[in-house]
């Protein structure tokens, strides 16, 4: 394993599709993410599943080109599926403006918030605003490592396991708090996780993998974004978000708290037309 101190932490450039689209339709460098960077990713307007539980307001239906901006800071238009990408931003608490309504949002250095916004007859507000803690110990991962080596590095609390682009053989746990694992490259197709993918403690963060397996879920406030489920979703722990998946086996949800919006395969999104 290659630990990094946040002083030597390398930029990785990383694009983000919205994977129930299946593909990117706007450039990938429109929907760029560098690691490391502090960056807000906006999502408006995502349909909410029938699987959720939480409270959220009712999202309204216009997604592509909506602005977006934060106050002495970047702004730009949402793709054709309601995605943009903001940074650098200057960390604290920021107004974000979409669609010309305000309102707050705070940021740490080095953090990545994905913020899902319903915009309906000019008021914004927030569904979801998830936060990934990027300023602690990374923990970079390659293909050409053991399964012990990689299963280590995800029992190690307060860590972002950096997923290289790859095929990776086996099955994985989640078995520290706070951990995030983050993968490299297009969502859902450069990380590759061949087995099935076990999520215990809390605050743990899956963010752009393709999991031919399955995803058990016992673990509280878990996350899940931009990822690809082949096999059965089980969510048994409380609190859990997940924010524009595919999931393309049963679901079956036990735990309480659910946040669910924007995935396909959920209803009433259909499955993805291709790659399942």
Known sequence: ?????????????????????????????????????????VLVNPVVNDDNQATVPTPG????????????????????????VLSPIVPGTKTLSVGGSD???GIIDEDLREVAVALDGGSASVMTNLQ??????????????????????????NTI?????GIYTGNLEFSGSNVTLFGEGPT?????????????????????ARITGSLSVPGSDVGVTFSR?????TI???DATLLNNAFCGSIAISGSGLTALGNAGMAPIAPPSGGC
């Open 188 to 208: 859902g197709g450069a990380v590759t996780l061949n087995g099935d993918v076990t999520v215990d403690g809390s605050a743990n963060r899956i963010r752009g």
């Open 1 to 41: 394993m290659h630990t990094f101190g946040a002083h030597l932490r390398r930029l990785i450039a990383l694009s983000v599709c919205l994977v129930s689209a299946l593909a990117c339709s706007d450039s990938p460098t429109e929907l760029e993410v560098t690691f490391g960077e502090t960056t807000f990713v």
């Open 61 to 84: 239906s216009a997604q592509s080109g909506v602005s977006v901006s934060v106050a002495g800071g970047p702004s730009g238009s949402t793709n054709t599926t309601g995605v943009v």
């Open 161 to 165: 396991v950096f997923f290289r682009a």
């Open 132 to 157: 990934y803690a990027f300023g602690g110990q990374v923990v970079e991962i390659t293909p050409s490592m053991s399964l012990t080596d990689v299963n280590a590095a995800l029992s190690q609390s």
């Open 103 to 105: 309102f707050t949002v």
């Open 236 to 238: 048994d722990g409380s």
């Open 229 to 233: 489920v082949m096999g059965a979703l």
